[in-house]
């Protein structure tokens, strides 16, 4: 009977966790329309920030309870759970999915190097306080250069919004939701984890870091479904590069996070080679659906070998 509940609670307090991140997501969006941000910029910055929301605040309340290894085995789970399942998604729910060039030539170096950097220094079993600043100084080039970037060369949203105090109070309204529902999900967590005699990673992993990623897919396949290819690449670039430095970076700030084990033998691994093999689907300029179906294996093994079956 605990267990059920326990299994409800998490499936709970995560549904509302996402959807408080998803309103907020909403809401800060028509903040950068009325400032006439392009799609790729909403999608690369405010987009992945809103969609990043749950992991940072998570990380967060974690690393102040003591378990700052939640932070990294967070950001694995859904670095890859983006790379592959959003991926995936993509390729097939899109006819004919084509990768703009700017997203190759701007965003790509950025989700790569920040990956690298991530897995380099948790490579040592430990993000040390001083790592952070290397972390969140490539963050602010990274939202630096892609504010710079010239409107005329990316798509431009057109129509006019408007704001008032009332957007400013619901968004700060969804951050407090967050909050809430974030410490719940956290006890969930390792409730379960206790209950079940498995490790936490492997439930965050595999229960926390897919479901903080729904905005994302959700994202991703509205987007493509409208053939705005840019938001949908831009997210999932976006939002790994956010995560790999912010959702480190930030929690690093109050003190050293530890990595489990289950990170170091099987998250490590399987995030450097989605990355890398991400990075080759896209360089030709497109996904195919084999390319597709690909991601979805190698998510499947990932899986497997979360949860012992492989």
Known sequence: ????????????????????????????????????????????????????????????????????????????????????????????????????????????????????????FISDGVFTVWEWVITLSFLWVFIAYTLSLKPKKLELLKKKYTLSIRDFLLIIGWVVGIYFWAKYTIASVYTLAELLSVPSAIVTIFAV??????????ISVQAVRANNYGIALGNIFGSNTFNALAVSGIPALFGSLSVSSTSLSIGIPFLAFATLGFIFTTLDNKIARWEAIALLVVYVAFIGKIVGIL
């Open 209 to 218: 870091a897919v479901w903080t990623s729904l905005p994302e897919l959700i």
């Open 1 to 120: 009977m605990q267990l059920l509940l326990w299994s409800l609670a998490l499936m709970v307090s995560l549904t509302v966790l996402v959807k408080s991140a998803d309103y907020f997501t909403q809401w800060a969006e028509n903040i950068g329309k009325y400032f006439g941000l392009s799609s790729f910029i909403i999608g690369a910055t405010i987009v992945a920030i809103g969609g990043s929301m749950p992991e940072i605040v998570t990380s967060l309340l974690a690393t102040f309870d003591g378990k700052s290894d939640f932070a990294v085995d967070n950001i694995i789970g859904s670095n890859i759970a983006n790379i592959l399942l959003i991926g995936w998604v993509a390729g097939i729910c899109a006819k004919n999915f084509k990768v703009d060039k700017e997203l190759i030539n701007i965003d790509l170096p950025f989700f790569f190097f920040s990956t690298a950097l991530f897995l380099y």
